[in-house]
């Protein structure tokens, strides 16, 4: 294959041409590589280079202006914006930066096509007056301010233009106009200057005026890269510029149009393939560069084309590991690097001034990847001590001053990124530095190992240079809401750039980087409407109609250019493939490209169209297994000396892989902070309360009047056990305050129910209040003592009959605690956990002490206390008319041990191994 670069060199050295002489001028930079590269195989002696310059470099080198970034062009613009603004109507620059921009780009537009500026902005400034037509002869407030803001455009642009030059400083379109300007000049000045424009296709009214007046002086060539296919086809876009140049350039009426080929019509290899999703489309692009299997030189032809940028990353990952040379010509976005994340929540947490910070941004912090190294000391990481204390004394909102407290070895660190920025810039600005020197310090000790993350810090030590650097110079910068909107816009704009021989292995570049290359072989993705092309966007403060009227692009145009550009790479290219993303809905999601609708329709290739999944790892989600190995064996031993809880064995019944987790491995249960007061923190309330309140009454006889003596200590009794229990949590307010009053009405209701038993007649001795109990069980089958522990809530004696309660804080009904065959206690945790629970703590019970007569026991349900004790009965059938049997005897313990026994000996026994069920 050869190059169009390689045909326009081949066709000048052919005419005997100094190259030495020549200045050519390429769409960007990076096809000057590729021209010097060729250029070197092609000459056999030594030369000077050629003059090679971008579009921009040339126009720069013209307008005699030097280019302005965007940012420093909106504070000139702000500055511009506040002198013709009364205080009245005059916005922050925070406000101004939501609009500024658009308008800036409109002006970019109006110099770039050369439009009359005062008629263009008289013009729209009319139209607003017209829309805003009014019955009334007086205007409002507000129609005033916003017609006034139309009639000051022309004002903004024209003192933007001159004192921007009066700088010799200019944006993208003041450099195109001044080049304009100044090309009679320089024409004048390099008489004998021989220029060539090699591959160009949408030129803006400047960039065309400036090369037809070079032609027409006899001062340049022009090389287009076109094909007869489309030229001759009087409606594809692709050619829709070519085509306008044909009709309206003088120079190209009377010369031959260099050059038109007819290469895309040529035998292609074109693959259209379907796949859902973005990462499926990675996962394709690297089943397909394993099967190409190219070699070094194939590596260099074949490139690797993203539609859409964001794809880089997971494009990387799925490179097979065979291609061992990589050139990724778009730089990593640096608003990714994980680094930026740390430097959004400074910002986040300092740009309201506020001294007492949310504890997750704290947590965020601190345990960010590049802050919690920092807080190593000889004691231990005290962040992590930090995350400890907060999680476990529920602390919601933390100043500096507590976090110094609880981190006392690292004060200087927590002022950095908890001290007040004062809402002062500058001092936000001076945190963020500092911050970067110390992960600098921790980084230097082990360089090599870091060398990706110094890179990070570097750059983003470049950005806060900038920063500082504004803040100088402009007065603009009073908030640190400013500063982040400008730290987010600059981060937006900066990328990090991958090192690398740019000439050398697979290429992977954007659309717009395609221009003037070739390949042989072409991987396009993300080829959907939306992206390519990019279809209707205005974001403008020039309507469409008058955008047509003066010749200034919209959305037809753009996709014209993409329409070039996409057809294009598949002049010389012999395999192509084409992606694209099926699924139709969802974010950033968008129909088949009518690109590949076209290549479909035109019938020039056979395509091979196919639908694809990406080859992704079948994964069959399979229970976890637990062998029973001497190790486990002997770990549940030990769980069983210290003692086996009902609770335990209900983990067990639930899910066996809990039970391996939680009681064997004892892993415990994250304990996040409780910025609501948990089901399990009122549970623990009410039952601390209860204890609280009842035990000085213990083995005697309850009374009304000793009930009611009760109620007057519940709001103490309660707040001292919500200190308890939930520490430094808030509770004077929010849903924590209902939660409160609620835990109150709870215990009160609870009192005013043993109440009306007693006056019902019932007469009720306390024996026990949270009481632990414990036994010992032996099975033949095993060598060892069992010990069986428990804590019942409470144990009393009502009318002669002994009972032994647990409280719960949710719902319970009565089927809850019953039950028909007894092999189903051990079988269905969801229906008969609470029976198990209350049978075993009777069951110890009976052990230590064996009851002479039948005994109850039960549930009292605190959201569901109107139904009083929910006793545990057994039913002998289902269905209505079943008979109930509350009492629990020595048949009933005997039942009870035979399902017990069955249940532990299955967690002993190395046959049965743990197996997860489905929860």
Same mark, same amino acid.
């Given at each position: 294959?050869?190059?169009?670069?390689?045909?326009?060199?081949?066709?000048?050295?052919?005419?005997? $041409?100094?190259?030495?002489?020549?200045?050519?001028?390429?769409?960007?930079?990076?096809?000057?590589?590729?021209?010097?590269?060729?250029?070197?195989?092609?000459?056999?002696?030594?030369?000077?280079?050629?003059?090679?310059?971008?579009?921009?470099?040339?126009?720069?080198?013209?307008?005699?202006?030097?280019?302005?970034?965007?940012?420093?062009?909106?504070?000139?613009?702000?500055?511009?914006?506040?002198?013709?603004?009364?205080?009245?109507?005059?916005?922050?620059?925070?406000?101004?930066?939501?609009?500024?921009?658009?308008?800036? @780009?409109?002006?970019?537009?109006?110099?770039?096509?050369?439009?009359?500026?005062?008629?263009?902005?008289?013009?729209?400034?009319?139209?607003?007056?017209?829309?805003?037509?009014?019955?009334?002869?007086?205007?409002?407030?507000?129609?005033?301010?916003?017609?006034?803001?139309?009639?000051?455009?022309?004002?903004?642009?024209?003192?933007?233009?001159?004192?921007?030059?009066?700088?010799?400083?200019?944006?993208?379109?003041?450099?195109?106009?001044? !080049?304009?300007?100044?090309?009679?000049?320089?024409?004048?000045?390099?008489?004998?200057?021989?220029?060539?424009?090699?591959?160009?296709?949408?030129?803006?009214?400047?960039?065309?005026?400036?090369?037809?007046?070079?032609?027409?002086?006899?001062?340049?060539?022009?090389?287009?890269?076109?094909?007869?296919?489309?030229?001759?086809?009087?409606?594809?876009?692709?050619?829709?510029?070519?085509?306008?140049?044909?009709?309206?350039?003088?120079?190209?009426?009377?010369?031959?149009?260099?050059?038109?080929?007819?290469?895309?019509?040529?035998?292609?290899?074109?693959?259209?393939?379907?796949?859902?999703?973005?990462?499926?489309? !990675?996962?394709?692009?690297?089943?397909?560069?394993?099967?190409?299997?190219?070699?070094?030189?194939?590596?260099?032809?074949?490139?690797?084309? =993203?539609?859409?940028?964001?794809?880089?990353?997971?494009?990387?990952?799925?490179?097979?590991?065979?291609?061992?040379?990589?050139?990724?010509?778009?730089?990593?976005?640096?608003?990714?690097?994980?680094?930026?994340?740390?430097?959004?929540?400074?910002?986040?947490?300092?740009?309201?001034?506020?001294?007492?910070?949310?504890?997750?941004?704290?947590?965020?912090?601190?345990?960010? @990847?590049?802050?919690?190294?920092?807080?190593?000391?000889?004691?231990?990481?005290?962040?992590?001590?930090?995350?400890?204390?907060? @999680?476990?004394?529920?602390?919601?909102?933390?100043?500096?001053?507590?976090?110094?407290?609880?981190?006392?070895?690292?004060?200087?660190?927590?002022?950095?990124?908890?001290?007040?920025?004062?809402?002062?810039?500058?001092?936000?600005?001076?945190?963020?530095?500092?911050?970067?020197?110390?992960?600098?310090?921790?980084?230097?000790?082990?360089?090599?190992?870091?060398?990706?993350?110094?890179?990070?810090?570097?750059?983003?030590?470049?950005?806060?240079?900038?920063?500082?650097?504004?803040?100088?110079?402009?007065?603009?910068?009073?908030?640190?809401?400013?500063?982040?909107? =400008?730290?987010?816009?600059?981060?937006?704009?900066?990328?990090?750039?991958?090192?690398?021989?740019?000439?050398?292995?697979?290429?992977?570049?954007?659309?717009?980087?395609?221009?003037?290359?070739?390949?042989?072989?072409?991987?396009?993705?993300?080829?959907?409407?939306?992206?390519?092309?990019?279809?209707?966007?205005?974001?403008?403060?020039?309507?469409?109609?008058?955008?047509?009227?003066?010749?200034?692009?919209?959305?037809?145009?753009?996709?014209?250019?993409?329409?070039?550009?996409?057809?294009?790479?598949?002049?010389?290219?012999?395999?192509?493939?084409?992606?694209?993303?099926?699924?139709?809905?969802?974010?950033?999601?968008?129909?088949?490209?009518?690109?590949?609708?076209?290549?479909?329709?035109?019938?020039?290739?056979?395509?091979?169209?196919?639908?694809?999944?990406?080859?992704?790892?079948?994964? @069959?989600?399979?229970?976890?297994?637990?062998?029973?190995?001497?190790?486990?064996?002997?770990?549940?031993?030990?769980?069983?000396?210290?003692?086996?809880?009902?609770?335990?064995?209900?983990?067990?019944?639930?899910?066996?892989?809990?039970?391996?987790?939680?009681?064997?491995?004892?892993?415990?249960?994250?304990?996040?902070?409780?910025? $609501?007061?948990?089901?399990?923190?009122?549970?623990?309330?009410?039952?601390?309360?209860?204890?609280?309140?009842?035990?000085?009454?213990?083995?005697?006889?309850?009374?009304?009047?000793?009930?009611?003596?009760?109620?007057?200590?519940?709001?103490?009794?309660?707040?001292?056990?919500?200190?308890?229990?939930?520490?430094?949590?808030?509770?004077?307010?929010?849903?924590?305050?209902?939660?409160?009053?609620?835990?109150?009405?709870?215990?009160?209701?609870?009192?005013?129910?043993?109440?009306?038993?007693?006056?019902?007649?019932?007469?009720?001795?306390?024996?026990?209040?949270?009481?632990?109990?414990?036994?010992?069980?032996?099975?033949?089958?095993?060598?060892?003592?069992?010990?069986?522990?428990?804590?019942?809530?409470?144990?009393?004696?009502?009318?002669?009959?002994?009972?032994?309660?647990?409280?719960?804080?949710?719902?319970?009904?009565?089927?809850? $605690?019953?039950?028909?065959?007894?092999?189903?206690?051990?079988?269905?945790?969801?229906?008969?956990?609470?029976?198990?629970?209350?049978?075993?703590?009777?069951?110890?019970?009976?052990?230590?002490?064996?009851?002479?007569? #039948?005994?109850?026991?039960?549930?009292?349900?605190?959201?569901?206390?109107?139904?009083?004790?929910?006793?545990?009965?057994?039913?002998?059938?289902?269905? #209505?008319?079943?008979?109930?049997?509350?009492?629990?005897?020595?048949?009933?313990?005997?039942?009870?041990?035979?399902?017990?026994?069955?249940?532990?000996?299955?967690?002993?026994?190395?046959?049965?191994?743990?197996?997860?069920?489905?929860?």
């Amino acid at each position: 294959m050869t190059s169009f670069i390689s045909d326009v060199l081949n066709h000048l050295q052919q005419r005997g $041409v100094d190259f030495s002489e020549l200045t050519i001028i390429l769409p960007s930079k990076r096809a000057g590589n590729f021209l010097r590269n060729e250029l070197s195989k092609m000459v056999s002696k030594s030369l000077f280079s050629p003059e090679i310059l971008s579009t921009e470099d040339f126009v720069e080198e013209l307008s005699q202006l030097n280019p302005l970034s965007g940012i420093e062009l909106l504070f000139e613009f702000y500055e511009i914006y506040q002198t013709h603004s009364s205080p009245e109507t005059k916005e922050s620059f925070d406000d101004f930066l939501k609009w500024a921009s658009i308008l800036l @780009q409109d002006f970019n537009e109006i110099d770039r096509y050369l439009i009359d500026p005062p008629a263009i902005f008289n013009y729209l400034s009319a139209i607003k007056d017209m829309n805003h037509w009014s019955l009334s002869p007086e205007k409002t407030p507000l129609m005033k301010e916003y017609l006034a803001f139309w009639k000051s455009l022309h004002l903004y642009y024209s003192e933007l233009s001159a004192g921007l030059i009066s700088k010799g400083l200019g944006y993208q379109g003041l450099l195109f106009r001044e !080049a304009v300007e100044n090309l009679e000049n320089y024409i004048q000045s390099n008489p004998g200057k021989q220029h060539i424009f090699i591959g160009f296709n949408a030129l803006n009214e400047a960039e065309s005026r400036i090369i037809q007046e070079l032609l027409h002086n006899e001062m340049a060539e022009i090389f287009w890269d076109t094909d007869d296919h489309f030229i001759t086809n009087k409606k594809h876009e692709a050619s829709y510029f070519i085509r306008h140049y044909l009709k309206s350039w003088r120079y190209l009426k009377s010369s031959k149009l260099k050059w038109s080929f007819n290469h895309y019509t040529t035998e292609k290899n074109i693959n259209i393939i379907g796949t859902p999703k973005s990462v499926g489309q !990675a996962k394709y692009i690297g089943e397909i560069l394993s099967e190409l299997d190219l070699k070094e030189r194939n590596q260099e032809n074949t490139a690797l084309i =993203l539609g859409d940028e964001n794809l880089l990353m997971p494009v990387l990952n799925s490179i097979p590991k065979t291609i061992d040379k990589i050139n990724v010509t778009m730089g990593f976005p640096l608003k990714s690097i994980p680094l930026a994340s740390l430097f959004e929540r400074l910002f986040l947490i300092h740009k309201d001034g506020k001294t007492s910070f949310y504890y997750k941004d704290v947590v965020e912090l601190l345990s960010h @990847q590049y802050i919690m190294p920092l807080f190593y000391t000889k004691e231990g990481n005290s962040a992590e001590k930090v995350i400890k204390d907060i @999680q476990l004394n529920n602390m919601i909102f933390l100043t500096e001053e507590t976090i110094a407290n609880l981190c006392q070895d690292n004060q200087t660190l927590v002022h950095l990124l908890f001290g007040a920025w004062n809402k002062d810039p500058m001092e936000g600005l001076r945190s963020c530095q500092n911050i970067i020197l110390k992960i600098k310090e921790q980084l230097d000790l082990t360089r090599e190992a870091n060398k990706l993350g110094l890179e990070y810090l570097f750059k983003f030590n470049e950005v806060f240079n900038v920063l500082v650097a504004l803040n100088k110079k402009y007065s603009s910068i009073n908030s640190i809401a400013v500063l982040f909107s =400008l730290y987010k816009q600059i981060l937006s704009q900066e990328t990090l750039d991958f090192q690398g021989e740019p000439l050398e292995g697979l290429q992977i570049m954007g659309m717009l980087e395609s221009r003037v290359l070739d390949f042989e072989t072409v991987i396009i993705s993300s080829v959907n409407e939306g992206i390519l092309p990019s279809g209707k966007t205005q974001n403008s403060f020039i309507p469409f109609d008058v955008k047509l009227e003066n010749n200034l692009p919209t959305y037809k145009e753009k996709d014209a250019i993409y329409a070039y550009h996409f057809y294009r790479v598949l002049h010389r290219a012999k395999n192509i493939y084409i992606l694209y993303d099926t699924e139709t809905d969802g974010l950033n999601a968008g129909e088949k490209s009518r690109f590949i609708t076209q290549l479909e329709i035109e019938d020039v290739h056979k395509l091979k169209s196919m639908i694809v999944s990406p080859r992704v790892p079948k994964y @069959q989600l399979e229970p976890k297994v637990i062998t029973k190995t001497d190790s486990v064996l002997n770990s549940i031993r030990l769980w069983a000396q210290k003692g086996i809880s009902p609770s335990a064995l209900m983990t067990y019944i639930r899910n066996p892989i809990d039970f391996y987790s939680e009681k064997i491995l004892g892993i415990k249960e994250f304990d996040d902070v409780e910025e $609501v007061v948990g089901a399990r923190t009122l549970g623990t309330i009410i039952h601390e309360t209860l204890r609280e309140l009842y035990a000085p009454f213990v083995n005697q006889f309850l009374k009304v009047e000793t009930i009611k003596s009760l109620i007057p200590k519940i709001n103490e009794v309660v707040e001292k056990q919500f200190k308890i229990q939930y520490r430094k949590g808030e509770l004077n307010k929010g849903k924590n305050l209902i939660i409160f009053e609620i835990a109150k009405r709870y215990v009160n209701k609870f009192l005013d129910m043993e109440i009306n038993a007693i006056l019902k007649g019932d007469v009720i001795k306390l024996l026990a209040v949270e009481q632990n109990v414990e036994t010992l069980l032996e099975f033949k089958e095993l060598p060892f003592p069992l010990k069986l522990t428990g804590e019942i809530d409470r144990i009393d004696e009502c009318n002669g009959v002994t009972r032994i309660i647990d409280y719960k804080s949710g719902h319970v009904f009565q089927n809850q $605690v019953e039950i028909i065959n007894w092999e189903d206690l051990t079988s269905d945790y969801k229906k008969y956990s609470k029976s198990f629970q209350i049978l075993m703590y009777a069951f110890i019970l009976n052990k230590e002490k064996a009851f002479q007569d #039948p005994v109850q026991a039960g549930i009292i349900s605190f959201k569901n206390l109107s139904a009083g004790l929910l006793k545990y009965s057994q039913k002998d059938k289902m269905g #209505p008319g079943a008979k109930k049997d509350p009492l629990i005897t020595k048949e009933s313990f005997q039942s009870f041990e035979t399902e017990l026994k069955k249940l532990i000996l299955e967690i002993f026994d190395p046959k049965i191994d743990f197996i997860e069920k489905e929860v």
